[in-house]
């Protein structure tokens, strides 16, 4: 369980999200030893000073649509790094994507990679709204572009994390890249499957619900 957990993003990202209730999940992730905490950018400034070094803070941008222009995530992104984060998970343009506009999307990949420095770039390319085609395209472009890693899902689509998705990417990126399965991870053995077949993170809110014995909804 211990190992799973150090592979866990601990992640709260509804709209409705308090202070009170990332402060929780603050204290969760620090008492289990998660690897991040995810949360929306409006509370980054106040959980780095919150958690100070004891805990990573990730946070997302272009979220969760993926639509906003690249000097708006450009944007977000600087203003998220000056705010305490230490990992970034962006959105893909999927309309690019659609329309084959793969230079675009690499370019922005970089550019967020940039602002990054040497800070943690994940890149979520929403599978469930993918072809297959399209999934080992992001694979590489994911990897030209230098980004750490490449992510399943937002958890605000149609669907979340699949193990068929982690084999796939497991296949076509780059050495130098590491995958994480988000969205729908709802039981510690979906987590150790996704473990096995080399994903490196886990973004759910679950798992530290099970091992607090509550019920497991949510991310």
């Known amino acids: ?25 603050c204290d969760d992730a620090i008492k289990y030893q998660t690897a991040s905490v995810c949360i929306p950018p409006s509370y980054v400034k106040q959980a780095s000073e919150y958690v100070q070094d004891k805990m990573a803070v990730c946070t997302v941008i272009g979220f969760p ?19 305490g984060a230490a990992e970034i998970d962006m959105v893909i343009n999927i309309g690019w994507l659609k329309d084959k506009k793969y230079d675009l999307i690499e370019e922005e990949i970089r550019t967020l990679k940039a ?21 080992v395209k992001m694979c590489e472009i994911v990897t030209k572009a230098g980004a750490d890693y490449i992510k399943t899902s937002t958890g605000f689509s149609k669907a979340g994390a699949t193990f068929e998705d982690i084999e796939l990417f497991a296949k076509h990126i780059g050495p130098n890249v590491k ?17 096995s ?10 798992i530290i619900k099970i091992v607090k014995n509550e019920a497991a909804s949510g991310y």
Do not use: P
């Not at 369980?1 to 866990?8: A, I, T």
């Not at 649509?65 to 705010?83: H, P, S």
């Not at 077949?197 to 679950?206: I, P, V, Y």
């Open 65 to 83: 649509n993926g639509y906003m222009t690249t000097k708006t995530k450009e944007f977000e992104t600087k203003d998220a790094i000056a705010n």
């Open 179 to 195: 995958m994480k399965a988000a969205g729908g991870i709802s039981s510690m053995d979906d987590a150790e499957k996704f473990l």
């Open 1 to 25: 369980m211990n190992e799973v957990l150090k592979h866990v993003d601990h992640t709260l990202l509804s709209q409705t999200a308090t202070w009170e209730e990332i402060k929780q999940i």
């Open 197 to 206: 077949l080399g994903a490196d993170r886990l973004g759910t809110s679950r």
């Open 115 to 135: 602002a990054c420095g040497e800070k943690i770039l994940k890149v979520i390319i929403e599978t469930c709204l993918l072809t297959d085609e399209e999934k």
